[in-house]
């Protein structure tokens, strides 16, 4: 068995290029800061150094060339991750992502594949205001072509990291600014973590709670509370949402009865409301419970500590929130 | 010819950035700031040989760097500090932030999180601006970095071929984050003796100059040029300025980058340094400029005690401004 060591959620990340890099020279990486600094979070620490600038490219702010770049690097026979800084900025580059690297292969009858990573940051908490604290995934599964990964753990970090890189066609990976810090066990040797297979965080039998990064950890968190209270709560990670692991969350669901969606993204067209009306069509007969919806309301990110605090998702309000809808038996 | 009066308030304000900067850092440091934090020190010249130009009714745009340009436009202070301070008295009212202050009674259309987005908001008040023939002008701040930004690139194309009253100054403080401005953009040493972007500009059609931007009285001459040809509806013009920046990209930076001797080599000509040099060989007393230090140094002083006392805004204020209208 491999060996397993507390390392934390930036080093599984690094870890992950590192070995893959090693494993395969098609691999490159580019974006702002990506070599002498490391990255600004330090994920891709010491690549320049071991695989020299011809693999790992510091690039001028020109999102739309250096991203783009890796869609067509992806498109000529390479494995391009790419580091867009924090998913705030996908609008300089978002025609290079939605109209090129998701709708070619597509477009050309299927002739073509787009090996492309798109590495980047979400995840409020820091005041760090409108312009950097947003988690724009759902707007990404919206869109047809792209493959969404949004891990919680550094497990799942380093598996779903290597699956991507090795995986044919577009996807953006998801790294929550609040995770970097954490620690978890995780094997030395490479591991591939395989799409859209959810994770059962843990089981319970009252009510079914989806999560996906930081808020993961809230929901594991409202959970022990909750269970002090004798409310016994599931909750599942479901770790990618395109492709998304329908049938974990009905199973859940059949068993519970009810149904709570934790999301940090907007709440308006969101995921968790892609989630909640799956699971009014798949399960409508097992729900004892109207489906919630815990998410960071349509309004931009304030600055203000009190402003950011009072919008975004946590476990004192999911706590409330399955309060209510196990009230309603 | 520069009044004394000119010069000193121009003295006074560069001053007053340094302090308010050096006084933003020691707060980040103790942890009494929340958030993501950029300083301007080492820039003032810039800032200040621009805007010394301006006049009600024109507007510049800025950058995540932009605490100097609020203040040089003449932001009140107190605001300013409140705002960093995420409270209700804020200049926007602790919704934005460092990298979003904005004052539009002063022409301050906004600092930006997203670099070079400042590009386009700029040719479109210059379009206004043009529109309604009002002689007033558009400065478009922009660091070295955001040079290389599409959005830029168009934006000196708009302002070229439509004949806008705009002037671009790029700040080459020598880095975007790590990545020296040297490495980033690839010129030839034709036009100037030095690589630069002021190169670009030339093939857009748009005159440009290089400047010293440690010496603010350079960065004035050469501004008043464009300013006065963008007034008379000759077009953009564009100022590209070599410069420093004194603390690390943001506050919190290691600086793997580059090292403290370089640091101190640009030190040495530190813009507030110069000018307070050619001040006093101008007749201007030394204490006069003492006076000046010390007055700004309380107004900091003041801002921080008003930020600190000043309330955080209520929760509900997190919906509001969405629209016009109430409905969010
Ligand atoms: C579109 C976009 N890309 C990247 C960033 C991250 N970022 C913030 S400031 C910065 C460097 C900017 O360099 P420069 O324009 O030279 O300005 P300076 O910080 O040196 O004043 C980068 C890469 C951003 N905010 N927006
Ligand atoms: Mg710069």
Same mark, same amino acid.
Not at chain 1, 43 to 58: C, I
Not at chain 1, 165 to 176: L, T
Not at chain 2, 43 to 50: D, H, K, L, M
Not at chain 2, 284 to 301: C, F, Y
């Given at each position: ?73 992806? =498109? ?6 790419? /580091? ?58 919206? @869109? ?20 991507? @890189? ?22 030395? &040797? ?7 297979? =959810? ?26 509370? *909750?269970? $002090? ?24 669901? #059949? ?31 097992? *729900? ?10 349509? +309004? ?13 998702? !946590? ?15 | ?19 308010? %900067?050096?006084?933003?850092? %020691? ?16 820039? /003032? ?59 539009? /009674? ?18 479109? =008040? ?26 830029? *690139? ?18 080459? !403080? ?44 350079? +960065? ?21 300025? $070599?410069?420093? #920046? ?54 900091? &002083? ?27």
């Amino acid at each position: 068995m491999s060996e397993l060591r507390e390392i934390t959620f930036v080093e599984a990340l690094n870890e992950a290029l590192h070995q893959e890099m090693e494993r395969d020279p098609t691999i490159v990486v580019m974006g702002e800061d990506v070599g002498v600094y490391g990255g600004i979070f330090g994920v891709t620490k010491g690549l320049l150094e071991r695989f020299g600038p011809d693999r790992v490219v510091d690039t001028p702010i020109s999102e739309t060339a250096f991203i783009g770049a890796g869609v067509g690097a992806a =498109a000529a026979g390479l494995r391009p991750v790419v /580091e867009l800084m924090f998913v705030d900025f996908f609008g300089v580059c978002m025609d290079q992502i939605y109209n090129q690297a998701a709708k070619m292969r597509y477009m050309f009858g299927g002739k073509i594949k787009i090996p492309l990573t798109i590495r980047t940051t979400i995840g409020a908490g820091l005041s760090a205001a409108a312009q950097h604290s947003q988690t724009l995934y759902s707007i990404f599964a919206h @869109v047809p072509g792209i493959k969404v990964i949004v891990p919680s753990t550094p497990y799942d970090a380093k598996g779903l990291l290597i699956s991507a @890189v090795r995986d044919d066609n577009p996807k953006i990976f998801f790294e929550h600014k609040l995770l970097y810090g954490v620690r978890g066990p995780v094997p030395k &040797e490479p591991y591939a973590i395989p799409f859209g297979v =959810a994770d059962v965080k843990t089981e319970g039998s009252d009510v079914t709670i989806v999560a996906v990064a930081y808020m993961v950890h809230e929901a594991l968190k409202a959970s022990n509370e *909750l269970k $002090k209270e004798g409310v016994s709560v599931e909750v599942i990670d479901p770790r990618t949402l395109v492709p998304f692991d329908k049938e974990a969350v009905f199973k859940s669901v #059949r068993k519970t009865g009810r149904l709570v969606v934790v999301d940090e993204d907007y709440d308006r067209c969101g995921f968790a409301s892609w989630v909640a009306a799956l699971v009014a069509d798949e399960c409508f007969g097992y *729900l004892d419970a109207p489906i919630k919806r815990v998410t960071t309301p349509t +309004v931009p990110i304030p600055f203000s500590p009190t402003l950011e605090k009072e919008i975004l998702p !946590n476990a004192e309000k999911i706590v409330k929130t399955v309060k209510e809808v196990v009230k309603k038996v | 010819m520069l009044t004394q009066d000119k010069l000193l308030e121009m003295y006074y304000k560069m001053v007053l950035i340094r302090a308010f %900067e050096d006084r933003v850092h %020691e707060l980040f440091v103790q942890g009494r700031i929340p958030g993501f934090v950029h300083l301007y020190a080492g820039e /003032e010249a810039v800032a200040v040989g621009v805007t010394s130009h301006l006049r009600k009714g024109d507007y510049i745009t800025s950058t995540h760097r932009g605490h100097g340009h609020c203040i040089a436009m003449g932001v009140d202070i107190k605001g300013m500090m409140a705002e960093l301070f995420g409270r209700k008295s804020g200049t926007c009212r602790g919704k934005g932030g460092s990298m979003h202050i904005a004052d539009f /009674e002063v022409g301050m259309l906004g600092a930006n999180g997203i670099v070079g987005a400042g590009g386009p908001l700029a040719v479109g =008040a210059a379009f206004a601006a043009k529109y309604r023939g009002s002689g007033d002008v558009v400065v478009c701040f922009a660091g070295d970095g955001a040079q290389n930004q599409g959005a830029v *690139l168009e934006s000196l194309n708009a302002a070229a071929i439509w004949k806008l009253p705009l002037i671009f100054v790029v700040e080459d !403080n020598q880095y975007a984050i790590s990545l020296r401005s040297l490495s980033s953009t690839k010129l030839q040493p034709r036009i100037s003796t030095a690589r630069s972007v002021a190169e670009r500009a030339v093939a857009f059609g748009i005159p440009s100059v290089t400047v010293d931007g440690m010496d603010v009285l350079a +960065v004035y001459e050469a501004a008043k040029a464009a300013v006065e040809r963008a007034r008379a509806g000759e077009g953009p013009s564009l100022l590209d300025c $070599k410069t420093y #920046r004194y603390y690390g990209h943001f506050e919190g930076d290691p600086m793997v980058y580059r090292s403290v001797e370089e640091v101190e080599e640009w030190k040495k000509r530190d813009p507030i340094k110069l000018f307070r040099e050619r001040l006093v060989r101008g007749g201007v007393v030394e204490e006069v400029l003492d006076d000046i230090r010390r007055k700004a140094s309380l107004e900091v &002083e003041e801002a921080v005690r008003f930020a600190e006392e000043s309330p955080y805004p209520e929760p509900s204020e997190a919906y509001t401004d969405v629209f016009t209208d109430p409905y969010y």
